[in-house]
Nanobody, 120 residues
Framework: VQLQASGGGLVQAGDSLRLSCAGS???????MAWFRQAPGKEREFVAV????????FYSDSVKGRFTISRDYPKNSAALQMNALKPEDTAVYYC???????????????WGTGTLVTVSS
């Protein structure tokens, strides 16, 4: 499995941004997740969608603002981010793992990162 994230950029507080994760290989058997890492901080969980797409989970910091989704025919996942805040600034990574991975140690495959910068 290989994953590549895209869609990051520089936006203002309150704006929206949509991140995409293009996958190759058997991503359908894995849960797809997004993590982020801000400068000087550890990588943290953002959102996850189960392998069958039936359940989604979010960190408290993004709940109600971010939406994770996946597209099986396109072998991809997305993260719609609304009402962005400066504290959302980070490199965002897509990832794949078994079960419902909400910790970096539970991830089987990491994708590339994409930088999101939110100005105040």
């Amino acid at each position: 499995v290989q994953l590549q994230a895209s869609g990051g950029g520089l936006v203002q507080a309150g704006d929206s941004l949509r991140l995409s994760c293009a996958g190759s290989g058997r991503t359908s058997v894995f849960a797809m997740a997004w993590f982020r890492q801000a400068p000087g901080k550890e990588r943290e969980f953002v959102a996850v969608i189960t392998s069958n797409g039936g359940h989604t989970f979010y960190s408290d910091s993004v709940k109600g603002r971010f939406t994770i989704s996946r597209d099986y025919p396109k072998n991809s996942a997305a993260l719609q981010m609304n009402a962005l805040k400066p504290e959302d600034t980070a490199v965002y990574y897509c990832a794949a793992g078994r079960g419902v991975p909400r910790d970096a140690s539970a991830i089987n495959y990491w994708g590339t990162g994409t930088l999101v910068t939110v100005s105040s």
